[in-house]
Structures are given as structure tokens and as C-alpha cells.
């Protein structure tokens, strides 16, 4: 390849990357640089006017105690909702690749609440939370549903990692099958000579061919997971008193409620930054268990 | 060599069935009270509908302006999906093939970006279009989202070309194929189950997706299903069951398309089994 | 006959001339967009805005879709930032002050038609000395109650009766007693944060600079909320509501829809709440007939402000921006809201939809019982000002709403809610 005439490569490159990067740039690249200088203004989302403060922004942020306490509960939220929707995405596609009776039609069903958007999705699980699971408590005499989830911290929190489980469960399972479905013939049959089945079958030889999903499906479900807005706005709408506020929520009533755009904004980078952070670092020790077909 | 089929205790079946039903159950509430008035849901939401009436349908229809925001919620899928697959994938065999030190550093840009949140750049996005005057446009959208949707596409793509081996490419680069013949016919087919995979969620999200077209699109005529849900959200409460009727009117032709895709996935997975 | 001849000549030169003349002369097309954050009543807007173009077809209104909830300010600042400002728009009179610099000021002696307002009406939106706003419709809350549900329990229950705390507590027993719940709070941030605990700033004094002054104390670090008898005085009251409160067992769910339901069927005797109920109670089949407000006293001073009174406001206001519009389409918006809400035919869509409009010239109407109530204590100068609202910040609301519901579920004391309330104000920036 090294050998190749420069302008061959930058044929190829713009062939094949070109219309791709091109809009990614121009879409997602610029206005994030310049949401970055923003955040060293004091830009109040409405005047003509604003001045340069440096860091001043960053350093308000650090400060701010409900931010770091919103971003740990973020964490928290994460580490539940993701470990919980992978477990069931990829229970759900062994089950659903292993010639169940009408499993295609199953998979589909199983992809169903993911039809349901952000803000109605929030909606009709607020309503259930408050009537349906309460009506039932009371009736069946269940001390823990006759209360709504939705008003204690505790469990409220529980709430929005129920949803976005089931909401995910689904979304994952997809990319679980495409996986396992991509398992070539020729491995399973081999193994099925080796005489590997069942429970070492799925640990010696599924799973390590699966970490591309699991890579994937991790990262997908962490990153999501941390930039939760419209579930947390329709859900619990960061109640009860703000107990369940999450971390993107915390920036966008910064942003737009409280006018303090810069901070807001620098709340938003550091976010990302942190979020990059333990991402990146998640894919790149996943992807060293890759192994190639 | 087919497996003895021994009489078992049916866990998969009851783990199944069991996990369908609680995955559900939402839906019967929807689908039920869309035929209900919003005072009935309210003080009995699961009771069985008395009648198949379907007033809240009309009204929903008639307040959506259903036809036109179908149209439209259409024409941006169809092309952002179909866009983003084609220069997602290319982009993605590209920048794992050819194993430069740009390439690196592009994908790893990439995959940060799947990160952003979006209120960090909402606002630079409008005042930069903006002041393009070019704004309020559906095809201004359908860049948007080609832009948007390339992060998580070329992510996805990323993981499954490792898995296309690579002695295929290599045969045929030496039958004369160049690059692009070769992605097209070799590699392109092989990606079929994830590029599907990705059709779906695309479709899903962009379906779906409230926030930036209701920042793009600004006038009545151009507003997709979800943006014209709108009316049934006041500031304080939900007018239920017309919502309900109205998510039904939007969650079904996704639905169809998607059992029809079914067929495809079977399809491709058979295709891409035969190798 | 040559006059005639010159005459039916220099009539066809007219005519001809106003042919080709007519077209310059004929207005052209004006678009304007209209932003309201009055989501329920958007159907009205845009049913206003068809008959208004079949009679100006050279104007055309189109309404921008309204953001759910709070993502109207976003929606507005997105506008603005996008150059998308819509050319006029109903806003709280807090935002307007956020976006003076770029609204248009009215001023009585362009906008003549302005002198059909109800007296004292256009201060409700003269912000740091500008008109930058015209109001279009009066709301009020207090103590909602059910005339029907009431009066079984007191025959000729007469709301004037409860002007001090000790005559709700006696009114509160009584129903207590007969078995009925006597009140409810809807349990969400902006209820208890901004209307029950706004009270506190819009009654230390009837003139809006008092309520004002007090928030700027509260900013500044000078005053103590705890050391202040009004707000010691509603909170006394509060923990007389929470006492009695139809929704103790779970306090927190803020369900409106359900908890408008409960009231309208009667389920409990009153509500916390405000007229605009109506435009969700109006359209349930099965609810009660009669409604009317009682004040919430915060002493046992019959005489003092706060008492004997309920709050009456007007809280959107029309505005029309300058800084993205030409002066043709300012114009037309100026001249759409003269029409809208001056003239009979314009005032006629906000009375149908139920709007108590603070014009002199509006028909009378049959207004429903809630906003009769309101418009009885208007006439009677029984109401409580709450310009003070204007200088609340943004998120004051959810921050000390928040405060609010910790104290109603006794997560905190009175102490800390008021420590709270003071380190709010005194973090703003």
C-alpha cells in the first residue's frame, strides 16, 4: 500500500471517505468547535453581546457540587441500566438464533418498544408508574407498587432503569443476532464434531467470536445511557425534587432555564470528555479480545 | 447432524413467552385506550375498550395533517437512511483497509463524536445554518442527518469488516478488480446483516427523532409525525388517548417495514452463509 | 359630444392607468410567523389566523410549533440563534425581559387602540419602563373549591368568610369532619415553588417595586426568608394544607390530569390551583357545575394584604420583534394584534375558548364559574399583585420548588427550606 502514487491515495480517499467525512464535518465538527469557544464566554443565550472569560466557566463547573453529585448519580444510572439491558439483549438473541418455533416473528416482537420515541415513551411509562402499578398494588395489596415508584428517590431512580432496559433490550438484541447470526456455518459445524456443546460451546467458542457485539452493545448502551434526556424529562422530569436529575438534564436547564449558556455549555464538554474518556477506554480494551474469523 | 430431540422442561419457551409479555403490555395499554377517551384511561386504564370507536383516530389524523407529515417523515427517511449506509460503509472499509496513521486518527475522532451531547452543539448547529438562510428545508435535514448518523454507522460497519476475511479482497485484487469493484462485490454483500441491522436502527431514530427537525423544519407544511404530535402536549398535561391514537398512526408503517424486512434479514443471513 | 369624447377618453386613460398602476399600488404578500407558549390554545391561533387571511389575503400567519413543556426556551432561544425569530409571539413577561433589547416598544400614542385596555392592565407589560407587551388574558388562582360539594356540608357558604388562617383551619374541619377531604396540592415544583411560594414576594406590598426589592434582599444576602412573618405566616398555612391534603398518601405524583378529575368529581372540597383548570376540567363529561375561589390567608389580620384577596394576572403577553423583521411585517403584526384583540370578531375566538380578556370593549360573556370567580374579585379590587413574577430567575421555580416539595414530605424542616431559599438567591448569578 506504501507504495502507492500519493494522488492514487487521495483518489481513494475521497472515493470511498469523502462524502461521509464531508458531512460529518461540517454538521457535527464545526458546531462543536464553536459550542467549545462558547464556553469561554459569557454568552447569555439572548444579548448581541458577550465577552471572552477564559476558563472561568471551567472552574465554576468543577465547583458545582449538584453537577458532581448529578454526574455520579448519572454513573450509577449507567452502570445499572447498561449491565441489565446487555444481559437481557443477549439472553434474548441466543434464545431467539437457536431455532425456537416462530422465532423471527419473536424477534420482532421483542423489537417493539423501541417504535415508541423519546418523549411519548416517557409519557405512557409515567402513566403506569402512577396509575397502572399503583391500581394494581392497591387492589393485589402490595405494599411497595401502592405508592408510586415515581415518588421516592430511591426507587424513582429504578423507574428510568426499567424503561430504558426495556426500551434497549430489544435495540441490542438486534445487534446481538447480527452477530451470532454472523457466526460462519463452518465454525458451529466444527464444534458440533468437536462434540462442544451447550454451556462450553457458548463460553469457549460464542462468546469470544461475539466481541465485536458486546464491544459494540457496550458502548452503545454506556453512551447512551450518560446522555439520557428526554426519559429523564418525561419520566420523572429529575423528580421527585430533583433527586433524579441526571447529568444532560442538569446542562440543558443550565443552558436554557438559568440563561447561563457558557456554563451550561462547558458542563455539556466536560461531560463528553469524561464520557470519551471511559468509552474510549472501554472499546479499546474490549476490542484486544476481538478475534478474527 | 441433527440434535436428538430429547423431552424437556420448556424454560426457553417460558423465559420467552414471559419476557414478551411484560415487553407488551405498554402496547395493550396504548392500543386499547386509543379507542377510549382520555377521562375513561384515567380512571381505569386497563379495562377493555367497550367499542371500537375510532374517534380518537379521526381527530388525530385530522389534527396531524397525517398525509402530508407521513410524506414527509418518508422522504427524510428513506434518503438519510440510504445515504448514510452507502458513505458509512465505503467510509468504513476505507478507513480499516487502508491502516494509515490519518486513518487511526479518524476513527478514533469518529467514535468520540458518537459521544457529543447534543445540546453542546444545538445552538451553534442553528446560528451557523442559520446564517446560511439555510434552514426551514427538508434536504438541509437529510445532510444533517447523513452528518449525524455517520459516528455510530461507521462504528457498527468497524466491527463487522474485521470478521470479512481478508484473502477474499486479496483474490480478487489480483483478478484485476480495483478497490471499488472489490468493495462492491466482495465486501458490500458480506456486510448485508449489519448494514441491514443499521437500516433498521437508522429508520428507527430518524422515524422517531423530535428534537432536530423541530429546530430544522419550521413551517406546517414541513413537519414530520413526530413534530406533529405536538398539539396533543399542553404545558401541563397530556391529552392521552388522541396521543395514543396518533402513535399507532406513527408506529405503523415502521411496523410493516419492518416485518417485511424480516424476510430480508433471513435472506441475507442465508446469502451470506453460502460462502 | 366632444366633452363626452374627451371625458370617456380620459376615463380610459384612468382606467388603464390604474391597471398598470394598481399592481405597485396592491399590497404585497406579508409572511409573518406567529410563537405561542400558550400550547393548549394553538388550535385557536391558527383557526384566528385562516379568517384573518380570507379577510387580509395578503397577509399570511403561520405558527410555529410550540416545544413540549420546557423545551420552550429552548424552542425561542434555537429561533432567535437560527435567525428564525418568529415576527410576534405570546410570552411570560419574564422572558420578554430576557429579550427587551430585541422587542418592539408599545406606545399608547402609535398604538391608539391600546386605550381599550382595562385600566391598570398595560402595566403588565411595562418592564424596565417599556411597554414591551400587550396582555390578552386575566388568570387568577387561589383556593379553588366546589361550590356543590361545600355548600352541602355549609348551606350559604360565603367565600369572603375566610380571611384569616384561623377561619380555614375551623372551614378545613368542618369538612373534615363531614368526611370530606378538604384540599388538595398538586404535587409538582411549579405549583408549590412558583404560585404558593411566589405568594411570599407578591404580598410584601401591593405595588410590584416591593416584591421586587425583596427578591433583590434576598440576592444580595440581606435578608433572611426565615426572619420575614409573611413567609412564616404561608408556611403556617401550608402545613394546614399538607395537613388536610386529599393526595397524602402519595404527595409527590403531581398527576394532573388526575388530580384535576378528582376535584371535578368532587373527591375533595378544594384545590390549589387556578382557573386555567377549566380549559382541561371544561371537557370532562363527568364533573361538577360550580366553582368559585377562596383567598389563603397567611395571618389572622382580616385586614391585611394577602387575606381577603386572590391573585389575578396577566400572565402572557403579546410581543413583537424587531431585531429579525422588517418593517413591513411589524407592521402587520402590530396591525394583526390590533384586530385580534380589539375587534369584535378577533376578540370573539379567545371568549369562545373561555379567555377573561382585560379589555373595556369586550362583549359581555358567560364566562365559566372559575374565571367569574376571578373576574367577581377583580371588580371587587380584591386581588393580589404578582408583577413581582417578572424577576424571578429562570430556574427559581424547579430549584425552590424542589425545596417546597422536600418540606411538604418532611425531608426537611422549616428551618432548612427556608436556609435553602436563602442559598439560592444568594448563588444566582
Known amino acids: 500500500m506504501s507504495n502507492m502514487k500519493l494522488h492514487k491515495k487521495m483518489g481513494l480517499f475521497l472515493v470511498f471517505a469523502g462524502p461521509a467525512l464531508f458531512a460529518f464535518i461540517s454538521v457535527l465538527l464545526l458546531p462543536l468547535i464553536q459550542g467549545v469557544v462558547f464556553t469561554f464566554t459569557d454568552w447569555n443565550l439572548v444579548s448581541d453581546k458577550f465577552s471572552f472569560i477564559g476558563l472561568q466557566n471551567y472552574q465554576t463547573v468543577f465547583r458545582d457540587r449538584e453537577f458532581i453529585a448529578q454526574f455520579l448519580l448519572t454513573i450509577k444510572y449507567v452502570l445499572y441500566s447498561s449491565v441489565l439491558s446487555n444481559l437481557a439483549a443477549f439472553t434474548l438473541a441466543y434464545l431467539l438464533t437457536s431455532g425456537m418455533r416462530g422465532q423471527n416473528l419473536l424477534r420482532g416482537a421483542f423489537f417493539l418498544p423501541n417504535l415508541i420515541g423519546g418523549i411519548v415513551l416517557g409519557y405512557i411509562w409515567k402513566f403506569i408508574f402512577s396509575n397502572v402499578l399503583t391500581q394494581l398494588g392497591k387492589s393485589l395489596g402490595i405494599e411497595v407498587l401502592s405508592t408510586s415508584f415515581l415518588t421516592h428517590p430511591q426507587r424513582a431512580i429504578w423507574a428510568m432503569i426499567i424503561v430504558t432496559v426495556w426500551q434497549y433490550a430489544g435495540y441490542l438484541m438486534m445487534i446481538y443476532i447480527a452477530g451470532f447470526v454472523a457466526i460462519p456455518q463452518e465454525t458451529q459445524e466444527a464444534a458440533d464434531l468437536d462434540g462442544a456443546h451447550g454451556l462450553s460451546r457458548l463460553l469457549r467458542i460464542t462468546i469470544p467470536l461475539m466481541v465485536p457485539s458486546f464491544v459494540i452493545c457496550l458502548f452503545i448502551s454506556i453512551s447512551r445511557g450518560f446522555m439520557t434526556y428526554d426519559l429523564n424529562l418525561t419520566l420523572t422530569n429529575g423528580g421527585p425534587f430533583g433527586s433524579t436529575q441526571l447529568a444532560a438534564m442538569h446542562v440543558y436547564q443550565k443552558a436554557f432555564l438559568a440563561k447561563q449558556y457558557g456554563i451550561g455549555q462547558a458542563e455539556a464538554i466536560v461531560l463528553f470528555i469524561v464520557v470519551a474518556l471511559i468509552s474510549v477506554t472501554q472499546v479499546m480494551l474490549t476490542k484486544k479480545l476481538e478475534v478474527e474469523a | ?275 | 359630444m366632444l366633452q363626452k369624447r374627451i371625458l370617456a377618453t380620459l376615463l380610459s386613460l384612468a382606467v388603464l392607468l390604474a391597471m398598470f398602476a394598481f399592481p405597485a399600488l396592491a399590497e404585497e404578500q406579508v409572511k409573518l410567523t406567529y410563537y405561542s407558549t400558550s400550547a393548549e390554545v394553538n388550535t385557536m391561533f391558527e383557526e384566528m389566523f385562516v379568517e384573518y387571511n380570507k379577510l387580509f389575503p395578503n397577509v399570511v400567519i403561520e405558527l410555529i410549533p410550540t416545544g413540549v413543556g420546557q423545551g420552550q426556551q429552548e424552542q425561542l432561544a434555537s429561533l432567535y440563534a437560527s435567525g428564525n425569530a418568529p415576527t410576534f409571539m405570546n410570552i411570560d413577561p419574564a422572558n420578554a425581559l430576557d429579550y427587551k433589547d430585541k422587542l418592539y416598544y408599545f406606545d399608547e400614542n402609535n398604538e391608539t387602540w391600546l386605550s381599550n385596555l382595562a385600566p391598570g392592565a398595560i402595566e403588565a407589560g411595562r418592564l424596565d419602563g417599556n411597554i414591551l407587551g400587550i396582555p390578552f388574558s386575566i388568570q387568577g388562582y387561589g383556593l379553588n373549591y366546589n361550590k356543590r360539594v361545600v355548600e352541602s356540608i355549609i348551606p350559604d357558604f360565603d367565600p369572603a368568610s375566610i380571611n384569616t388562617r384561623d377561619a380555614l383551619q375551623a372551614f378545613f374541619e368542618k369538612l373534615d369532619a363531614a368526611g370530606v377531604p378538604p384540599t388538595m396540592i398538586h404535587g409538582a415544583n411549579w405549583s408549590v415553588g412558583s404560585h404558593y411560594l411566589g405568594l411570599t414576594y407578591a404580598v410584601q406590598s401591593p405595588e410590584t417595586e416591593g416584591g421586587k426589592a425583596f427578591i433583590e434582599g434576598l440576592m444580595r444576602g440581606e435578608i433572611d426568608i426565615a426572619q420575614d412573618p409573611i413567609f412564616q405566616g404561608y408556611m403556617d398555612t401550608f402545613d394546614l394544607l399538607v395537613k388536610y391534603n386529599y393526595n397524602k398518601a402519595d404527595p409527590l405524583v403531581g398527576d394532573y390530569n388526575a388530580d384535576t378529575q378528582a376535584f371535578a368529581q368532587g373527591k375533595c372540597a378544594t384545590f390549589f390551583m387556578g382557573d386555567w383548570s377549566w380549559t382541561v376540567i371544561g371537557a370532562y363529561e363527568n364533573r361538577d357545575e360550580e366553582f368559585g375561589f377562596i383567598p389563603i390567608p397567611w395571618s389572622n389580620d382580616p385586614e391585611a394584604y394577602g387575606n381577603s384577596q386572590v391573585v389575578a394576572t396577566m400572565p402572557k403577553i403579546m410581543c413583537v420583534d424587531v431585531s429579525q423583521s422588517t418593517p413591513a411585517q411589524q407592521k402587520a403584526a402590530l396591525e394583526m394584534l390590533r384586530w385580534m384583540l380589539t375587534e369584535p370578531a378577533g376578540q370573539e375566538y379567545f371568549i369562545k375558548t373561555g379567555f377573561s380578556m382585560p379589555y373595556t370593549n369586550v362583549r359581555d360573556a358567560d364566562y365559566n364559574s372559575m374565571t367569574s370567580s376571578i373576574a367577581d374579585y377583580m371588580s371587587k379590587g380584591k386581588t393580589i399583585n404578582i408583577g413581582a413574577f417578572v424577576y424571578l430567575t429562570g430556574d427559581a421555580w424547579t430549584k425552590t420548588g424542589d425545596l417546597m416539595l422536600k418540606y411538604m414530605v418532611g425531608v426537611i424542616d422549616r428551618t432548612q427550606l427556608a436556609q435553602g431559599i436563602n442559598e439560592y438567591w444568594r448563588n444566582v448569578q
Open chain 2, 1 to 275: 447432524m441433527k440434535k436428538r430431540k430429547s423431552l424437556r422442561f420448556p424454560w426457553k419457551e417460558i423465559f420467552i413467552y414471559l419476557s414478551l409479555a411484560l415487553s407488551v403490555v405498554p402496547f395493550y395499554i396504548i392500543l386499547n385506550n386509543s379507542f377510549r377517551t382520555t377521562e375513561l384511561f384515567i380512571s381505569n386504564p386497563f379495562s377493555l375498550t367497550n367499542s371500537l370507536s375510532f374517534h380518537n383516530y379521526v381527530y388525530a389524523f385530522e389534527r396531524m395533517n397525517y398525509l402530508n407529515a407521513i410524506f414527509n417523515s418518508f422522504l427524510i427517511t428513506l434518503f438519510s437512511v440510504t445515504l448514510i449506509v452507502l458513505t458509512a460503509s465505503s467510509a468504513a472499509y476505507f478507513l480499516l483497509r487502508f491502516k494509515w496513521r490519518i486513518n487511526k486518527i479518524i476513527f478514533a475522532v469518529l467514535v468520540s463524536a458518537m459521544i457529543v451531547p447534543f445540546q453542546a452543539i444545538m445552538i451553534p448547529l442553528v446560528s451557523i445554518y442559520g446564517s446560511l438562510n439555510a434552514l426551514n428545508n427538508k434536504w438541509i435535514l437529510i445532510f444533517m442527518y447523513m452528518g449525524f448518523g455517520q459516528p455510530f454507522a461507521i462504528f457498527l460497519c468497524h466491527g463487522f469488516i474485521k470478521n470479512i476475511p481478508l484473502e477474499l479482497e486479496e483474490a480478487a485484487l489480483i483478478d484485476g478488480c480495483n478497490h471499488v469493484q472489490s468493495f462492491y462485490n466482495i465486501v458490500l454483500p458480506n456486510l448485508k446483516p449489519i448494514l441491514i441491522t443499521l437500516l433498521i436502527l437508522d429508520v428507527l431514530w430518524i422515524w422517531n427523532d423530535y428534537l432536530l427537525p423541530s429546530m430544522i423544519l419550521l413551517s406546517p407544511m414541513q413537519r414530520t409525525l413526530p413534530l406533529s404530535t405536538y398539539s396533543f402536549f399542553s404545558t401541563y398535561s397530556v391529552d392521552f388517548t388522541p396521543l395514543m391514537a396518533s402513535l399507532v398512526m406513527t408506529i405503523l408503517p415502521v411496523l410493516v417495514l419492518f416485518v417485511l424486512g424480516q424476510k430480508q434479514i433471513v435472506k441475507g443471513v442465508v446469502q451470506g452463509a453460502i460462502k
